[in-house]
């Protein structure tokens, strides 16, 4: 499991953070849309085992401009923590933090504006989800989300909160993350004002891995985390954030490959 010392991230970048915008298909199958108007959240139940067939499975799935309420006081500091926020990939629902402690989610989001990526696992001290009976995990390939076809072995897998978000090509890097954080706007940008300070999501050259909270698998692509802005060209530093985009294709437990069905 991987442990990573936050706290210089906070006492430097959240200040910085706070004057900026962080952001942050190529399948021959048309996305399934779900917009920002479409997750929802309900109070939890029991927590049930996997379902052999989902309606999800074997699609590919886009969301929009995810977002929550913020969960954090207008007036706090910029460096005020945020709670984090679950999402099941299994139904395409944003969950609250009523279902923390259940198997009902298995994308959470948290630290940093919410923009590192973790699992549901039940086990892990470290995890969100702690002491429930999810048995998920997450892990990064550097490779083209199409060119992802195999499901990597369990080992691969890691289990703690907030584990992937900043890459190293980019300031602050926490290892090989789903996004480049472009300081000065000259990584990625022209140098300009307006440049600096931008979150790049690297799409093309990073997919995301999810072992989900019932033991299906999901590859993500994260697209973005600007509003209705999905392509780098429209990424500014006071373009309207954090608006996730993702697109993801869910397969059942057992399963040795991703595949989408028409």
Request: with cysteine; net charge negative; charged share 25%.
């Amino acid at each position: 499991m991987k442990t990573t010392n936050y706290n210089w991230i906070y006492t430097i970048i959240i200040a910085i953070f706070g004057f900026m915008v962080v952001a942050g298909c190529s399948e021959e199958d048309d996305p399934v849309p779900i917009t920002d108007d479409d997750p929802k959240t309900e109070e939890p139940g029991p927590e049930e085992p996997g379902d052999e067939e989902g309606d999800l499975f074997y699609q590919l799935i886009r969301i929009e401009n995810l977002a929550v309420d913020g969960s954090v006081d207008p007036n706090a500091p910029p460096e005020a923590p945020r709670a984090a926020f679950f999402f099941s990939l299994e139904d395409s629902t944003l969950r609250s933090e009523l279902y923390q402690k259940t198997n009902k989610w298995d994308l959470a989001f948290g630290n940093i504006y919410n923009s590192f990526l973790s699992g549901n696992n039940g086990d892990d001290k470290d995890n969100y989800g702690y002491g429930a009976n999810g048995v998920g995990g997450i892990c990064i390939l550097e490779q083209n989300f199409d060119d992802v076809t195999a499901i990597p072995p369990p080992e691969k897998f890691q289990t703690g909160r907030d584990e992937i978000g900043t890459d190293d090509l980019g300031f602050f890097g926490s290892g090989i993350g789903w996004y480049l954080y472009d300081f000065g706007g000259d990584i990625k940008g022209d140098g300009s004002y307006e440049k600096a300070h931008v979150a790049y999501a690297l799409a093309d050259t990073r997919t995301i891995i999810i072992r989900t909270a019932k033991g299906n698998f999901a590859k993500i692509k994260m697209i973005s985390c600007y509003k209705d802005a999905f392509t780098p060209e429209e990424w500014f530093r006071n373009t309207p954030h954090m608006y996730f985009t993702f697109e993801y294709v869910l397969v059942p437990a057992g399963s040795t490959e991703f595949e989408t069905r028409s």
